[in-house]
């Protein structure tokens, strides 16, 4: 079946701008999670959706990111007023319920110029 | 002491022989660990789950888990120069079921 789906594939913004990062996690996983990698780095976890509950944004860097995810499918991460060092790839991963396997999607590379 | 820890290498492995990679977690109730490879420029691929104690072995990858000293670990036999990556081990941490991703150990398969 098909799997977890991003997009843009890459996206190259000026700083100070909005961009928005879109996911389509696999169809019946309820779960739905966000993070970050920059370059040569570990998995920096974001944000994570589980059902209908409220979302864990612990790791959300600071007040400009904000996640949304419609309908308990498609999620949409928002950065708002890029900065330079929000330079990274976002990867996207869903699993059939929290705790279980997760399988990632192939990345949204981002580059504030 | 971080949550989930991994040697971040680089290992070295000549090709054929095994790799060892170990992952250790802070977390005593984590009922489940993960491993996934990640090739550069690539997201992270699932090539291991493991719920018990003991081994279990997928062709050339075994995964090993020991709950009383809280390691598990992951095992390459016959290292083929493609399985040069980064391995990432997962666990669910702290009571709570989101997993927590180790920083990775580079791989490196010599010809």
């Known amino acids: 079946g098909a799997g977890v789906s991003q997009s843009p594939s890459n996206k190259v913004t000026e700083k100070g701008k909005d961009v928005e990062l879109r996911c389509d996690p696999i169809?019946?996983?309820?779960?739905l999670y966000w993070y970050r990698q920059s370059l040569g780095q570990g998995l920096e976890f974001l944000i994570y959706?589980?059902?209908?509950?409220?979302?864990?944004k612990s790791g959300l860097p600071s007040d400009r990111f904000s996640a949304e995810r419609t309908g308990g499918s498609v999620s949409t991460l928002t950065i708002q007023r890029t900065q330079q060092e929000d330079s990274a790839v976002y990867l996207c991963?869903?699993?059939?319920?929290?705790?279980?396997?997760?399988?990632f999607g192939p990345g949204t590379r981002l580059t504030v110029t | 002491q971080k949550e989930v820890e991994q040697n971040s290498g680089p290992l070295s492995v000549p090709e054929g022989a095994i790799a060892s990679l170990n992952c250790t977690y802070s977390d005593r109730v984590s009922q489940s660990f993960f491993w996934y490879r990640q090739y550069s420029g690539k997201s992270p691929e699932l090539i291991m789950s493991i719920y018990s104690n003991g081994d279990k072995e997928d062709g050339r990858f075994t995964a090993q888990l020991n709950k009383a000293s809280q390691y598990v670990s992951l095992l390459i036999r016959d290292s083929q120069p493609s399985d040069s990556a980064t391995y990432l081990c997962a666990a669910p941490q702290g009571g709570n079921e989101k997993l927590t991703f180790g920083t990775g150990t580079r791989l490196t398969i010599i010809p």
């Open positions: 169809s019946g996983h309820t779960a």
């Open positions: 991963a869903s699993s059939l319920r929290d705790g279980y396997e997760q399988y």
């Open positions: 959706f589980q059902g209908n509950s409220a979302p864990d």
